[in-house]
Nanobody, 116 residues
Framework: QVQLVESGGGLVQAGGSLRLSCAAS????????MAWFRQAPGKERELVAR????????YYADSVKGRFTISRDNAKKTLYLQMNSLKPEDTAVYYC?????????WGQGTQVTVSS
C-alpha cells in the first residue's frame, strides 16, 4: 500500500506558475504508475496527466498540453506537476493517484485557484 500527500497549491494570477508535489510513503514508489487529476466545483474529476513507472512515457490532456509537465523522482518518492501559463479554468482541487495492477490510491488533494 502507498500513502500520498499533495502540496504546492495556492492562489496565483492568470499567466503565473505553480509546482505541485505528491510525496509517497509505504511500498516502493517506482512500482506505481502515477497521475494527476483535478476536480472543479460542480464538475467530474478529470485526468490531467499521467506518467509510467520510469518517467519515460507521459500523457497530457489536451487542455494542459504545452503548459503542464508531469515528472517523478523515484529516489525521493515524489511526483511533480509543473504548471505554467495558468488560466482561470485551471482552478480545481488537484489529486495525485498511484496505480498498481488494479488498485488505485489517492491523495487528499490540494487547491489551485487562478484569478483573472
Amino acid at each position: 500500500q502507498v500513502q500520498l500527500v499533495e502540496s504546492g497549491g495556492g492562489l496565483v494570477q492568470a499567466g503565473g506558475s505553480l509546482r505541485l508535489s505528491c510525496a509517497a510513503s509505504g511500498r516502493t514508489f517506482s512500482d506505481y504508475a502515477m497521475a494527476w487529476f483535478r476536480q472543479a466545483p460542480g464538475k467530474e474529476r478529470e485526468l490531467v496527466a499521467r506518467i509510467n513507472w520510469s518517467g519515460s512515457n507521459t500523457y497530457y490532456a489536451d487542455s494542459v498540453k504545452g503548459r503542464f509537465t508531469i515528472s517523478r523522482d523515484n529516489a525521493k518518492k515524489t511526483l511533480y506537476l509543473q504548471m505554467n501559463s495558468l488560466k482561470p479554468e485551471d482552478t480545481a482541487v488537484y489529486y495525485c493517484k498511484a496505480t498498481l495492477s488494479i488498485r488505485d490510491y489517492w491523495g487528499q488533494g490540494t487547491q489551485v485557484t487562478v484569478s483573472s
